[in-house]
C-alpha cells in the first residue's frame, strides 16, 4: 500500500482536497491517504508553520498532495512553499499546460511543459537586506551548474521519456552574463548528450512574446527559478487560468504536487472552488506512484465532465458548486 500524505492548506484548500480525496477514492487506487498540517492551519493550532510532525510525515511519505497555502504579500510570515522545496530538495517544478474541452480558453491545442529550477537564483530569498532607513533593499542571486545541471537534464530526459521532440531554454545571458550565463552554457553542454533533441535558446522577454503570439512552437521550456514562476502563470493564462494549472515539485527522493493558484481566501468556505488544477495535480502524482492506468482514468473524466458541459463552476462558465462538479467526475469515472 502507497502511502499519501495530505496537506488540506488554507482557504479553498480543504475544500478542493475533499475533492481530491473523493475522487482518489472512487479510483479505488492502492493508496493510504492521512493528513499534516501546515501554513496558516497549523499557525490556528498553536503549531510551527511547519511542524517537525509534518516533515518527518512527508519524509516517510511516498508522495504528498498539497493545497494551497497562503503567503502574505511583504509582511508576516515567510513562503511555506519555498521552505518545503528547500528542505526536501525539490529541484524541479514542473508545470504542464494542457488545453481542456469547455473552457475559457485563448487557445484549443496547447501542449507544453514549463520546468523551472526550484532552489536558485532571486527566488531563493539569499541576500535579503534593508538599509536602517529603509531606502535600499539587496537581493542576491546564486546560480550553480550543478543545481543548473539538474534542472536541466531533467527536461531532457522527460521530453525523452514523452516523446517531445523540444527543449527550449529560457535565459537573460545577454544582460545577466554571469548567473543566467551559467545557466545557459550548462544547457549547450548538457544537450550535446541528447541528439535525438531539437534544443534552442530564447530570451525571457522574447519567450514572453511569443508565448502568447505563437505558442504552438514550444515543447519543454526549461529555465530558472524566477523567470519559470511568470512564465508558467502566462501559460496557464493561456488555457483558462490557474484553476486548470498543476504542478509537481520533485527531488531525487520525494515529490510534493499541488495546484499553483492561491488560496483564494474571498471564495473559502462558499463551495464554489474549482479542484480541477488539484485533480490534475492529483494525476500527475498518480503517474509518479506508476499508477498510470488511474491517472489516464482521472484526466479522461475531467475532459469528459467539461465537454458535457452540465457540471461546471463558475470560473469555467457554469454554475456548478464544488461538490455537484466533484460527484459528476465520480459519474464519469
Do not use: W
Not at 526549461?222 to 511568470?230: P, R
Not at 503517474?287 to 491517472?295: I, M, N, P, V, Y
Amino acid at each position: 500500500m502507497l502511502k499519501v500524505l495530505i496537506l488540506p492548506g488554507d482557504g479553498i484548500g480543504p475544500e478542493i482536497m475533499a475533492s481530491a480525496k473523493t475522487l482518489l477514492s472512487a479510483l479505488e487506487v492502492p493508496i493510504e491517504m492521512s493528513e499534516a498540517l501546515a501554513g496558516g492551519a497549523a499557525l490556528a493550532e498553536g503549531l510551527d508553520l511547519i511542524p517537525p510532525e509534518t516533515l518527518a510525515r512527508i519524509t516517510n511519505a511516498d508522495a504528498t498532495l498539497k493545497g494551497p497555502i497562503t503567503t502574505p504579500i511583504g509582511r508576516g510570515f515567510s513562503s511555506v512553499n519555498v521552505s518545503l522545496r528547500q528542505h526536501f530538495e525539490l529541484y524541479a517544478n514542473v508545470r504542464p499546460i494542457l488545453s481542456l474541452p469547455g473552457t475559457k480558453s485563448r487557445y484549443q491545442d496547447l501542449d507544453l511543459i514549463v520546468m523551472r529550477e526550484n532552489l536558485e537564483g532571486l527566488y531563493s530569498g539569499q541576500g535579503h537586506s534593508i538599509s536602517e532607513d529603509g531606502t535600499r533593499a539587496e537581493l542576491k542571486s546564486i546560480i550553480t551548474k550543478a543545481g543548473s545541471a539538474n534542472i536541466i537534464r531533467h527536461a531532457f530526459e522527460t521530453a525523452r521519456k514523452l516523446s517531445r521532440k523540444r527543449v527550449t531554454l529560457v535565459h537573460k545571458a545577454n544582460i545577466m552574463k554571469s548567473t543566467s550565463g551559467l545557466f545557459l552554457n550548462t544547457g549547450r553542454d548538457i544537450s550535446a548528450a541528447y541528439p535525438d533533441i531539437a534544443f534552442d535558446e530564447m530570451i525571457v522577454d522574447n519567450c514572453a512574446m511569443q508565448l502568447v503570439m505563437n505558442p504552438e512552437r514550444f515543447d519543454i521550456i526549461v529555465t530558472t527559478n524566477l523567470f519559470g514562476d511568470i512564465l508558467s502563470d502566462l501559460c496557464a493564462g493561456l488555457i483558462g487560468g490557474l484553476g486548470l494549472a498543476p504542478g509537481a515539485n520533485l527531488g531525487h527522493d520525494h515529490a510534493i504536487f499541488e495546484a499553483v493558484h492561491g488560496s483564494a481566501p474571498d471564495i473559502a468556505g462558499l463551495g464554489i472552488a474549482n479542484p480541477t488544477a488539484l485533480l490534475l495535480a492529483t494525476a500527475m502524482m498518480l503517474d509518479h506512484l506508476e499508477l498510470g492506468d488511474a491517472a489516464m482514468r482521472l484526466r479522461r473524466a475531467i475532459k469528459q465532465t467539461l465537454t458535457q458541459g452540465e457540471y461546471k463552476t463558475s470560473d469555467l462558465g457554469g454554475e456548478a458548486s464544488t461538490e455537484q462538479y466533484t460527484q459528476a467526475l465520480v459519474r464519469a469515472l
